[in-house]
């Protein structure tokens, strides 16, 4: 849990331009936190002692005023998320990489050596964040015929409390 910087990636090489901005650490400061939050089920706004969810949000700062935020559901053995099930499609539509494609099958299985190192998660949530002033990502992450499509995985590897390496299936 907390905020981790990217330092590096080996995959500013995606086929989505959104995403190519979004990993380019060297024209923006990008974080990942991964937070534990407290949500009301009836309006998905954090309150207390209702339900706690693990959500694991990739912020692009543009500037002090200006990022990227987009939240993704997640689950892990410690924090399951039971609407999250295995990803079935590789993302691409009619051959086209529309949403980002992803690894599946058994190039996306999780190592069995290290049981708890995944991250499961569903993208859910995006908003440019100007000044205060928030502007919809234009990405229908919540609607059903693309739900599959926007789900992925993380596998990490915390090589101290400071520094760890990340593998995904969504551009990381």
């Given at each position: 849990?907390?905020?981790?910087?990217?330092?590096?990636?080996?995959?500013?090489?995606?086929?989505?331009?959104?995403?190519?901005?979004?990993?380019?650490?060297?024209?923006?400061?990008?974080?990942q936190d991964i937070?534990?939050?407290?949500?009301?089920?009836?309006?998905?706004?954090?309150?207390?002692?209702?339900?706690?969810?693990?959500?694991?949000?990739?912020?692009?700062?543009?500037?002090?005023?200006?990022?990227?935020?987009?939240?993704?559901?997640?689950?892990?053995?410690?924090?399951?998320?039971?609407?999250?099930?295995?990803?079935?499609?590789?993302?691409?539509?009619?051959?086209?990489?529309?949403?980002?494609?992803?690894?599946?099958?058994?190039?996306?299985?999780?190592?069995?050596?290290?049981?708890?190192?995944?991250?499961?998660?569903?993208?859910?949530?995006?908003?440019?964040?100007?000044?205060?002033?928030?502007?919809?990502?234009?990405?229908?992450?919540?609607?059903?015929?693309?739900?599959?499509?926007?789900?992925?995985?993380?596998?990490?590897?915390?090589?101290?409390?400071?520094?760890?390496?990340?593998?995904?299936?969504?551009?990381?």
């Amino acid at each position: 849990m907390g905020r981790w910087r990217l330092l590096t990636t080996t995959n500013a090489d995606t086929a989505s331009p959104i995403q190519r901005k979004a990993v380019d650490s060297t024209k923006y400061k990008i974080y990942q936190d991964i937070l534990l939050k407290t949500i009301s089920d009836d309006n998905n706004e954090i309150t207390s002692g209702e339900d706690e969810r693990l959500i694991v949000s990739q912020v692009v700062k543009f500037s002090d005023t200006a990022e990227l935020v987009v939240d993704a559901l997640a689950s892990t053995a410690a924090y399951p998320l039971e609407e999250l099930t295995e990803r079935k499609s590789t993302g691409k539509v009619l051959g086209v990489n529309v949403l980002g494609v992803s690894l599946v099958g058994e190039e996306a299985l999780p190592d069995e050596d290290r049981p708890d190192s995944r991250i499961d998660f569903v993208f859910d949530e995006g908003n440019f964040n100007f000044n205060g002033f928030k502007i919809p990502y234009p990405v229908p992450f919540r609607n059903p015929l693309f739900r599959d499509w926007v789900k992925g995985w993380i596998d990490v590897t915390y090589l101290s409390d400071r520094v760890r390496i990340s593998r995904g299936n969504k551009g990381t």
